[in-house]
């Protein structure tokens, strides 16, 4: 069984950066597609970003791109996620989310492509 723990997430004025991790628990963690997804209250939720299990190809949302870096430490078992320039419409519960497949395609954001969700990390961004 695999556990996904998020943290990092906080308030921020806009303008400012947060780095939001993700822990898990699988042993096989550097076979997974790890992604960030993220809901906004009242709204469904929507990929942010994407990255493979090697950490050699990464996928973003057109809207966090160049503001938003994914990453990974296949090692620690973590999953970052730097998030930029950050605009109050960011604000929302962002998830970690575990792929099983080992490559990063356009199915990647799909959300029900993923097994595994973590509990979800506010941000909050003031204006």
């Known amino acids: 069984q695999v556990q996904l723990v998020e943290s990092g997430g906080g308030l921020v004025q806009a303008g400012g950066s947060l780095r939001l991790s993700c822990a898990a628990s699988t042993h096989i963690f550097a076979s997974y597609t790890m992604a960030w997804f993220r809901r906004a209250p009242g709204e469904e939720r929507d990929f942010v970003a994407a990255?493979?299990?090697?950490?050699?190809?990464?996928d973003y949302a057109d809207y966090v791109k160049g503001r938003f870096t994914v990453s990974r430490d296949n090692a620690k078992k973590m999953v970052y996620l730097q998030m930029n320039s950050l605009k109050p419409e960011d604000a929302a519960v962002y998830y970690c989310?575990?792929?099983?497949?080992?490559?990063?395609?356009?199915?990647?954001?799909?959300?029900?492509?993923?097994?595994?969700w973590g509990q979800g990390t506010q941000v909050t961004v003031s204006s």
């Open positions: 990255i493979s299990w090697t950490g050699g190809t990464t």
């Open positions: 989310a575990a792929d099983t497949s080992t490559v990063l395609a356009a199915h990647s954001r799909i959300e029900t492509s993923y097994e595994y």
